[in-house]
Structures are given as C-alpha cells and as structure tokens.
C-alpha cells in the first residue's frame, strides 16, 4: 500500500501580515541597467565583529583592516570605539601607528548620546580623516517600546546628535603636523525600513539642517534594512521614492545597509542602486548579525560577470575566504557564491559533458601569443574560474551521478590521457560502479589507481621485452615483419608475425603463438594515440579498441617514449583483457 497522504501542520500565519510602506506606481528603477559598482564601505570591523561568538582579538582586526585596504575599500567602519575599549584601542593604534593610508577614511560608529559622542572624539585625535556615523532608531516599535517618546521627540534625539558631532568636531584639537582633522558625517535613521517614510525623510532633512551639507562636502545618509523585512522590489521603491523626496539630493549620498533576514540581501542592494542608491555597506561573504548583512564580494562580483569593474581586488578569493575564516573563526559554506568549495564543481553527468567541451572550445580560441580570449563563454560556470584564482582542476568531481564527460575531465586534467570517446564510456561505467557502491565521490588519485589497474597493470601476464621491425621497401606491399621477445606468464618467449604496419604484424604475431587464448580471433578496431609532457620528458600513449571471437569489445592502453613501443604495449594489454 502506498503511504498515508501527509497533511502539513498548519503554522500560525495569521499572527503576521505583509509590510508594503508605499507602491511607486511610477517606478523606473526595473529598467536600469548598473553599469558602474557603487562607492563601498566595509562594515566587517563593526558589524561584522559585534555578531561573532568570539570578537576579533587585536591580531584579527589588523590582520582584516589590512586585508580590506588592500582589496581596495576607501571606506571602512572600524568599529564602536565609545562603546568597546578594544575598538578604542584599536582606533587609536591605526592613528599612533599611521596606519590609515592617505585614501582610505576610516568610519566610526556612535549613538547620538552626549558621553558616547565625547568618547568617539576623544579616540579620533590626531587621526587624518574619520567618517562619524551617528543614529538614533526610529521606527514606530521602538519609539513606542524602547524609548517611550513620539515622532518629535525621536526627531529631537536625531537633532541633538547631530549638533553634539558638530560642537565636538571643532574642539577637536590639531594634529601634531598642525592640520585639522577632516571630518565627514553619516546619519542612519535606523531600522529604516520600519519606519513611516515621509517620518524618515523629515528625520533625515532635521539633521541635514544641523550638518549643512553641500555638493562638495555631502552628507552620508545611510537606510538601514536593519530588519529586512520586505521583498527586494518593495526595497526598489521605497530607495527610489526616498532619492526623489530628499531634498538637497547633490548634497547627499543615499547609502544602502542591507541584512539578509529573509535571504535577499544581495537582490535588495541590486535593486536599490538601480534605484538610485549611491553606496553600500556590507562584509566580506555577509557575517553579520543574524543571518548576517549583505555580502559585498557576491555583490562585487555580480558586477564582474556582467561585465562592469568592481572596483575591488578580488583576483585571489581564496585568499580573502582565509582571511574572513580566520578573522571571523566561522566558516564560509562550499555552496557560497563564488567562493565556496564546490561553486565551480559539477557532478552531473550532462553537466560535465558540457562543461568539457566548452573548455576545449575555450581553448581553441586562445590567441596562441598571448593564451588569452576575448569573450569568456562555457556552459554552467558564470566566470572562469581563474579570474578569482581558483582553478579548472576541481571544476569537475565524479560521484555516482557523473558521466564519461566527468571521467575524461579528470583523466585529461589530472594525469595528462586524453581518452578516445568510446574508452570514456567503458571506463565510466567501472567508474560508476564504484562510486554507486561507496555513496560518494572518487577523487582523482582513486580514479588513476583504477585506470591503472584496469589498463596498466603493475604485474601484467604479457610483457613485451624487445622487439625488432623489418619493413619490405622492395615491392608496393609495404610488408612489416616483427620481432619481439615477449615474457608470458614468467616465460620469456620469441614471437613472429607480419601485417601491414607494426600493429598488424604485432597482432598476426600473437594469434599465431597464442591464438588459442581467445579463440583464434582478435581484431583492431580502432587506433589513437597522443604525447604527454614536453621535451625530454614527453611520454607517448597509444589507446587500441580491439575485439575478440566472443564479440566482447575491450580497450589496451600502452605507454613509452617511442610511440611504437606504445602501440605495441596497447595490444598486448588488450589481448590480455580478452583472456578469460
């Protein structure tokens, strides 16, 4: 009996409803197109940091700080210093120690609370450049839960920050070089997204009027999807309504804090810079809290493969992944956009097949100075792997789901024997065998092993000693004659034969001192051959479909130096296949 038809538990859906601010009937942003990255501001140091399970220690923070410097972040939000003595700590070192470099500005992030604004400034003395990101929260839960005041009041606490940044910006004293210290400013109205946004606009404009903004000096107000709690489309509108309503608008900068609650971070940003957005804040393979805030690299590189400069090193992803696991001490998942260890992999038979000969027609239309191509193109991988310094060398792993594409990927990659097609499809078959009966995938060193075994035996029962050819120029026959020594089972034995090439006469050789060992019948069908390595070091393989009186078609393999030698050896290791 088939089982009993499953009714799911119901959840309670009822207790929410759907959060829709405003419908922007005349939307434009769908039919933008990004063609520049957005200005980006690194938020691992912050944000990232205050949600790991163990905060960076002062190793980890330099050794992200650098790293971010170097991918080329000239906005990074180094922490809370007012909030945390090790962020103060480590503030101060970047100052004391010069380690901010000349187009890099670091970001601070504060409370619009007089002693923590105090503090903030007191840890920026003598720096070169900060960015001070003062908030307040104010959507209408916490207004009413957490800080007990109305829409003004809340609109007050935004005020008196921003004045209380200002006063502490000019008694900030001079650097030692006597230079001022070059003060930028962000606002965030935080949980944005929560909140009414003609509320935010109004909140925002309060505090434009206190900082004075201009083309030349904007301020940054930042719109945090602190909770993301609507669709990326709903995100789309909301930004673009927000650009259009702001006033001042080439004064501003309209900065982009995406979280990843419902899983959309990174569609959330895309639509909100074809909104209108300028900027983006985000970690590296989106830590953060919770489910974490937008990934800036799965960002960045979505620019990449549309063909638009990211304008952010990402040429050694590994490296960086590294860098983050180490930093973070969590780990980036193997099916993680770009970077995880299975994102360039395929074990789908058709897919491997696929992506085979789409690398080998990539390869043909390399320039032969330069290796290069114009136009990267190969079925299921969206980059070429090499371009985030990963290879094509685990692009294709076999388990039981894999085809000849996968086997002949690996064979050719890993160890250099480019398989004729039918022999792919011979030794898949073992392969899947294998790989059916463990559950799992084969690496490549079991692959070889097997191959070996079942085509380059270490202790075969034929062994070709020697051998000498003889070829009849006198007449149009073109009659070879040969001579080998050949060890039988231990037994070394002298055999004869002629043919029309080497092959021919090797084989009329072994039928006629061995033909009872498959029944008097043995035949070539098919015959291909190819050259591993270069120089000195290269080595010949020959590949021989063969048949027998049974009917049964099996393959030899043979290698040596001289390509003879291995044409030689291919017959006798299928000769032997075919003996009972």
């Not at 007990?148 to 000019?170: F, H, P, S, T, Y």
């Not at 055999?495 to 008097?520: K, M």
């Amino acid at each position: 009996m088939p089982p009993t038809p499953v009714t799911p538990k119901k959840m309670p859906f009822e207790k929410y409803q759907p959060f829709v601010p405003l419908v922007l009937t005349d939307r434009t942003w769908p039919n933008v197109t990004i063609d520049k990255a957005p200005l980006w501001c690194s938020v691992d140091l912050r944000d990232g940091n205050q949600a790991l399970i163990d905060p960076m220690d002062p190793t980890r923070k330099m050794r992200m700080f650098k790293e971010l410097v170097d991918m080329g972040f000239k906005e990074i939000e180094i922490g809370f210093p007012s909030a945390s003595q090790p962020d103060f700590d480590f503030l101060r070192q970047l100052i004391e120690e010069d380690l901010i470099p000349d187009d890099v500005w670091i970001q601070v992030l504060v409370q619009c609370r007089a002693e923590l604004i105090e503090r903030t400034y007191e840890g920026l003395i003598g720096a070169p450049r900060a960015i001070v990101h003062f908030y307040n929260s104010t959507n209408p839960l916490q207004r009413e839960v957490v800080f007990n005041l109305d829409q003004a009041g809340i609109k007050e606490v935004a005020i008196a920050g921003a004045k209380m940044c200002k006063a502490a910006e000019v008694a900030l004293p001079d650097r030692a070089d006597g230079s001022r210290t070059e003060i930028r400013y962000e606002y965030s109205p935080e949980s944005f997204t929560l909140t009414e946004p003609d509320y935010a606009v109004e909140v925002c404009e309060a505090v434009m009027d206190v900082i004075d903004p201009t083309a030349d000096d904007p301020i940054i107000l930042n719109l945090p999807a602190t909770v993301e709690c609507y669709s990326p489309n709903v995100y789309g509108d909301v930004i673009e309504w927000f650009g259009r309503t702001i006033r001042d608008r080439d004064s501003v900068i309209v900065s982009l804090h995406p979280h990843n609650d419902r899983g959309c971070a990174v569609a959330a940003a895309e639509f909100g810079v074809m909104a209108g957005a300028d900027r983006v804040e985000g970690t590296l393979f989106g830590n953060g809290e919770r489910t974490g805030n937008v990934d800036v690299v799965n960002l960045a590189m979505n620019l990449f493969m549309n063909g638009v400069d990211p304008e952010l090193d990402i040429t050694d992803i590994d490296k960086l992944r590294r860098v983050a696991e180490y930093c973070n001490r969590l780990p980036v998942s193997p099916r993680h956009p770009y970077v995880g260890d299975l994102v360039y992999t395929a074990f789908s038979g058709s897919h491997q097949d696929a992506i085979k000969k789409g690398l080998d027609a990539l390869d043909r239309k390399r320039d032969p100075q330069t290796g290069e191509y114009d136009m990267f193109g190969v079925p299921y991988l969206p980059i070429d792997p090499k371009h985030v310094g990963r290879s094509y060398e685990a692009v294709i792993r076999v388990n039981s789901q894999s085809g000849k594409g996968g086997v002949a990927y690996v064979m050719k990659t890993e160890h250099g024997f480019d398989l004729p097609r039918r022999l792919q499809i011979e030794f898949s078959k073992t392969i899947q065998h294998i790989t059916e009966d463990s559950g799992t995938e084969i690496n490549p060193g079991v692959m070889w092993d097997q191959f070996q075994s079942e085509y380059l035996p270490g202790e075969p029962s034929f062994v070709l000693r020697s051998h000498e050819l003889i070829t009849n120029s006198q007449d149009d026959t073109g009659t070879t004659t040969i001579q080998a020594q050949v060890d039988v089972d231990g037994a070394a034995t002298s055999i004869r034969g002629e043919g029309e090439g080497p092959v021919e006469a090797f084989v009329a050789a072994l039928l006629a001192a061995f033909g009872d060992r498959v029944d008097g019948h043995f035949d070539v069908l098919d015959y291909a051959e190819h050259a591993i390595g270069q120089g000195a070091d290269t080595m010949a393989v020959a590949y021989l479909e063969t048949v027998a009186n049974d009917g049964q078609v099996r393959w030899g393999v043979g290698k040596s130096p001289n390509i003879t030698t291995a044409s030689l050896r291919a017959v006798l290791a299928a000769f032997e296949r075919h003996m009972p």
